[in-house]
């Protein structure tokens, strides 16, 4: 079979028998070379440095000279920090939830990731709708902090500077409590007036709040290290 040479235009014979014998397109190895060193020459172009190059941030024209990085997408290294910073502005821009707080129903903006899980707008709300729960569910705790906590934190120290820093039953100057004489700290009628708020120290405020009911040869007593330090018997005359 004859086919024409690409390089230098003559008819050349092609065994058939061979393996290659339709891919063959030079007549003779000159040509094969002719051929390889036009190719390598079109296919090489001389860079001309340097380089002009405008940065993807700033959009300022920059040059790159001979040996320097031709990949280089910005003028300095300021600009591919900004860059680098606007990117991740961005992502956590889009994966951003419009969502309404529970407690203050003011709209606030979750993270993709947490919305699912994200009911309030801050610390503070959450917080709040805490104790509030608490506080439906009955928790005496609960009770206590939503009622007098805050008050009770003023009246303390002004409280132990009227009764002179000392405790009003065995004078002690250490470790002193503000004690409620109709016990209604722990309740939630709580009576915080300075008439009912009295100093004990932490020895016969434990002492005050052991006050037990015993039964001694058919007589009721009350029973507690408080009657010893006040000097008085837990007498009430209740026969059986």
Not at 79 to 92: G, I, N, S
Not at 123 to 137: F, P, V
Not at 156 to 171: A, E, S
């Amino acid at each position: 079979m004859k086919k024409k040479c690409e390089e230098c235009g003559k008819e050349f014979e092609v065994d058939e028998t061979k393996r290659n014998w339709m891919h063959k397109k030079l007549c003779s190895a000159e040509c094969q070379r002719l051929h390889s060193n036009k190719k390598s020459r079109l296919k090489y172009t001389p860079i001309q440095w340097p380089q002009k190059k405008i940065c993807l941030h700033c959009g300022n024209e920059f040059l790159i000279h001979e040996g320097g990085n031709m990949a280089q997408k910005y003028c300095d290294m300021e600009c591919q920090l900004e860059a680098k910073q606007k990117r991740r502005l961005d992502e956590l821009e889009a994966r951003k939830v419009a969502k309404v707080c529970e407690c203050c129903g003011i709209a606030f903006v979750a993270g993709k990731f947490t919305a699912h899980k994200q009911r309030f707008c801050s610390l503070e709300c959450r917080i709040k709708s805490k104790n509030k729960a608490r506080y439906k569910s009955g928790t005496d705790r609960a009770k206590i902090r939503n009622t007098y906590k805050y008050d009770f934190k003023q009246l303390r120290p002004q409280v132990i500077d009227r009764d002179g820093n000392k405790c009003t039953i065995c004078g002690s100057t250490e470790q002193l409590h503000a004690h409620h004489w109709d016990n209604s700290g722990g309740t939630e009628e709580v009576n915080n007036d300075m008439d009912n708020l009295v100093t004990l120290c932490v020895g016969c405020h434990n002492a005050i709040h052991k006050i037990t009911l015993v039964q001694i040869a058919g007589e009721w007593k009350l029973d507690g290290k408080i009657f010893e330090l006040l000097g008085l018997t837990g007498e009430l005359n209740i026969k059986q």
